[in-house]
DNA sequence: TATGATTGTCTATATCAATAGACAAATATG
DNA sequence: CATATTTGTCTATTGATATAGACAATCATA
C-alpha cells in the first residue's frame, strides 16, 4: 500500500473482501503498519469500498491469527513476520528454524505401506512393484502448524520408520535407527499454488491461500537415495532461503 | 485431479469458476489430459457444478492462452509445462531456461536513479543519501512473458546501465561492460503470494494469479554486492530448482 | 463525566455469481 | 445423410457479495 492506494479489482473472480485481506496481510508482512491497522473507514476509503467489505477482510484475518479487533480501541496486529526456511545441501527440517521458533515439533498424521507410484520409483531408483513407507507428516513452530509434507522411504530398507518418526517427531532421528548418520539433499523443485483443501484443514488456513511446495530427493553418502517428499508451506507464514 | 473429483469450496471469496479454472491449469500442468479436455458436461459433473460455471473456468483459461475451444470438436490443451527455472550460486537469468525455450529475451520497461531505501542500502553496503538505477524488466520466452524483475545497482559504480541493458536485454553482458566478468549470488529467499496489479498486467495474468518471489544480492569476485533484486515468476509457468 | 473515535450489529437494496433448461451451430461418425 | 456429440447463446431464477445508512457498545481522553 504505501501511500499508493491498494487497488481491488471488481467482477475478478476474486471477492473484494479476500482481495484487500491478501493485501493487508502482505502489507503487514512488509511492515507497513507499526501495531495498529488504520480505521475501517480510512482502509475504506483507501480501496475505495464500503466500510462493510474492509470489516469483511478484517474478520477472515481474525480468524487467521493475523489481526485482533478490539472495539472501541482499534484493530491490532498479532504476528508479523514470516519465518524463513533454510534450503540447501545439507537441508533438514528439524534444523531449518533454529532461532524463530521456540518449539517445534513433527506430527505424524497417517501412514501407509504401498507400491511406489512411477515417479516414486524413478526418484528412489526402485523396480516396478517394490513397496514404499509413505509418511504424512505436520510440523509445527510455537504450536502453530507451518508445512505439511509427505514423504516415502524404500520399505525394504527402512520397515517401521513410522514408528520412529511417530515418536521422535524427527526424519534426521528415526534415520539413525537404521544407521543413516548423514544424508544429503540432492535436488529441490520450487512451486507455488492454491492450497488444497485437505492443507488448508491441516494447516489452519483460509480458502484461497497459497502453499509453497518443495519436491526433494535426499540421498545417502553413497548417493543412495533414501527419502523422496513433497512438503507444502504455507506462504503467509514462511519463505524459503537458499544461500 | 485424478479421478480424485476435484473439490471447490462455495463462499470461500473465491468464485467457483476461478477455482476450477486453478484446478484445470494445474491438472494440465502435472499432464493429467493428453491434448482434449473432457466434455463441459464431464467437468461439471465431475466438479458438482452447472455446465455454465466449467464454461466460466474455460474460458478464462482460454482467455490465458491455455485452452482454445472448438465448436462441436472440444476443447484443447494450447500450453503444458511449466519451465523449470535453475537456482543456485551461479543463477544467470540469460542461461536459465537453455534447451527448454527457443526464444528469450529481457525487456526494459523503465528505469530511474535514486536514492536508495534502507532495504537497499543494507544489501548493497551502500550509505545514506547513496544514489542506484533501478531497472524494472520484463522477461520473455518465446513470445511469453514469464518474469518480472525490479533490480537496483550502486549507481556510482554502474552509471548508465540502463542503456546497455536495453541493448542487450541482459544483466550479465551489461555488466561486462564495467569489467564484471563474473559474479555469484550471495543468497536468495523465496516467497509466494497473489500477484500485484501491475504484475498481472505486465506477466499478462488473470486477477487471483500467483507468482513466486525471488529476493536475492549478486557480488562479485571480490564480495563486493553489485545487484539487489525481485524477480517474481508467474507460479503457472515457472518452477524453481535448487541444486 | 461528557465527547469523540472506533468497532459491532442490524435492516434494506443493488449487483454479481451460479443454477436450470432449452435450443442453435459446428463437428465427427456410422 | 442422419444421428450423436460437443461447444455456443439465450432467458429466467436463486443465492452470495457489496453498498448504504443508522445506531449500539466500548474505549480513550479532555
Do not use: C
Amino acid at each position: 500500500m504505501a501511500g499508493v492506494a491498494g487497488r481491488v479489482e471488481r467482477r475478478s473472480g476474486i471477492s473484494l473482501w479476500r482481495q484487500i485481506a491478501d493485501q493487508i496481510r502482505q502489507a503487514i508482512g512488509s511492515g507497513e503498519f507499526d501495531e495498529k491497522l488504520p480505521p475501517e473507514m480510512t482502509l475504506a476509503e483507501r480501496f475505495g469500498v464500503n466500510r462493510h467489505t474492509v470489516r469483511g477482510a478484517i474478520s477472515a484475518l481474525v480468524q487467521e491469527g493475523v489481526l485482533r479487533a478490539e472495539q472501541g480501541r482499534g484493530t491490532f496486529i498479532e504476528r508479523k513476520q514470516r519465518l524463513a526456511y533454510p534450503i540447501g545441501a545439507r537441508t533438514r527440517f528439524s534444523e531449518g528454524l533454529q532461532g524463530q521458533a521456540k518449539d517445534r515439533r513433527g506430527i505424524l498424521l497417517a501412514h501407509a505401506i504401498e507400491p511406489a507410484d512411477q515417479r516414486t520409483i524413478v526418484a528412489l531408483g526402485l523396480t516396478e512393484g517394490d513397496k514404499v513407507v509413505r509418511l504424512e507428516t505436520l510440523s509445527e513452530a510455537d504450536g502453530r502448524p507451518i508445512s505439511r509434507a509427505t514423504s516415502f522411504f524404500p520399505g525394504e530398507r527402512f520397515p517401521g520408520i513410522e514408528k520412529l518418526y511417530a515418536q521422535s517427531g524427527s526424519v534426521t532421528t528415526a534415520l539413525k535407527s537404521f544407521d543413516v548418520v548423514d544424508y544429503f539433499r540432492r535436488s529441490t523443485l520450487i512451486s507455488a499454488r492454491h492450497a488444497s483443501d485437505a492443507d488448508l484443514a491441516d494447516l489452519r488456513l483460509s480458502p484461497g491461500a497459497i502453499v509453497i511446495a518443495t519436491v526433494y530427493t535426499n540421498v545417502d553418502p553413497d548417493e543412495r537415495p533414501i527419502q523422496f517428499s513433497e512438503t507444502r508451506f504455507a506462504a503467509d507464514l514462511v519463505e524459503l532461503s537458499v544461500s
